[in-house]
DNA sequence: ATTAGTAGTATACAAAAGGTTAGCGGTAAC
DNA sequence: GTTACCGCTAACCTTTTGTATACTACTAAT
């Protein structure tokens, strides 16, 4: 658990830099959703859509296509007809694991807090 | 250490909405950096300006305004001449401390991975 | 008197992110 | 033949985010 400590000038900047490289990559408003919803299973575009609320198609494409450039999930291509796109995440995806966990902890006790305040 | 494990399509959709709910009041590209910079200790705002790199004093102010909104700072004035304010981290805010680290640890993997890729 | 530091706000503008709509070429069902 | 699904993409528009500059009002140092 979270104790309440102070961290030194060192920690602090070094923290900063490390969170920072860290939302460089993974920040923004989709990205973790993406690896989430991919976490159940591979999914073709269409299923990811649905997956994910309220993602556009347009901003989809485009953060397939950097999640594909950064190692996070693999684009699976079966030529058939009509051609069938498979969307995987990658072992790479995998090491979020943690990050994934905790922020989705403290995202259901926030949620609580909300509603126990009213 | 996270294990590659699937996720059922009920913990998918939990997931889903949790880590939604996480990044509607601590995403963006300041937030988290903000909430790091205070960790350190209470700092005014030119020195939260001085140790967060790249962020204005207009989107400081503003960042500033939402998380006292949501219960992660606390803002204290000090009646002097000059006044001085002071930001400090609640109790609240400490309850990211797990989110923070994991985040920050896998931005440095991060990194790592991408020195020994040159 | 000028310069710098205190904590911001006002204004104007630029860039980035995201949403909406329409459409392509194909298949397959009604 | 019309509709619908597949996997997108181009064009356009709006919203969000950020940047730059100037300014307030006061203090302290040079």
Chains 1, 2 share one sequence.
Not at 18 to 47: C, H, P, Q
Request: glycine share 8%; net charge positive.
């Amino acid at each position: 658990m979270s104790k309440a400590q102070r961290l030194t000038q060192g920690e602090c900047s070094a923290r900063l830099t490390s969170i920072g490289d860290a939302l460089y990559v993974i920040g923004g408003k989709w990205k973790l959703r993406v690896i989430v919803a991919l976490r159940e299973g591979s999914k073709r575009f269409n299923e990811i859509q649905r997956a994910v609320d309220g993602i556009s198609a347009r901003v989809l494409s485009s953060e397939l296509k950097e999640l594909e450039l950064n190692g996070f999930v693999t684009r699976i291509v079966h030529a058939q007809t009509p051609v069938v796109v498979e969307y995987q995440i990658t072992a790479y995806a995998d090491t979020l694991g943690d990050v994934l966990t905790s922020l989705s902890e403290w995202g259901t006790r926030h949620r609580d807090k909300l509603r126990n305040e009213r």
